[in-house]
């Protein structure tokens, strides 16, 4: 039962985890409610993953704020692959060495 205009916290809390399960199914993430205020905590691929949740949760009856402390993975750095070498293709014996 709501109170005055507000929605019990629980009800908003279902109401959150069912808009998160439509929205972001794959996205690990998950919410606590207080006096209407939505805290998402949890990990994200990118950042317009972000963004649509906020908005998604942002735009439900009830919510007063969203806070977010969602992280970011940090993305991992590419291997270095060296610039080809003909001479690495060849038999031993037919590699070229540099003269000293």
Same mark, same amino acid.
């Given at each position: 039962m709501?109170?005055g ?5 629980? $009800? ?13 199914g794959s996205?690990?993430? #998950?919410? #606590?409610?207080r ?8 990990v994200l ?8 949740i ?11 704020r969203?806070i977010d402390?969602?992280?970011l993975? /940090?993305? %991992? %750095? ?14 031993? /014996? /037919?590699?070229? $060495?540099p003269?000293l």
């Amino acid at each position: 039962m709501a109170i005055g205009n507000q929605i019990p916290d629980k $009800t908003l809390l279902q109401t959150v985890q069912k808009r998160l399960a439509q929205k972001c199914g794959s996205a690990r993430v #998950t919410a #606590t409610v207080r006096g209407g205020d939505v805290t998402i905590t949890g990990v994200l691929k990118q950042e317009h993953e972000r963004k649509l949740i906020l908005r998604c949760l942002a735009s439900l009856q009830g919510v007063k704020r969203v806070i977010d402390q969602i992280k970011l993975e /940090e993305k %991992k %750095k590419m291997a270095v692959i060296p610039v080809w070498d003909p001479n690495r293709l060849k038999p031993a /014996e /037919e590699q070229t $060495t540099p003269e000293l």
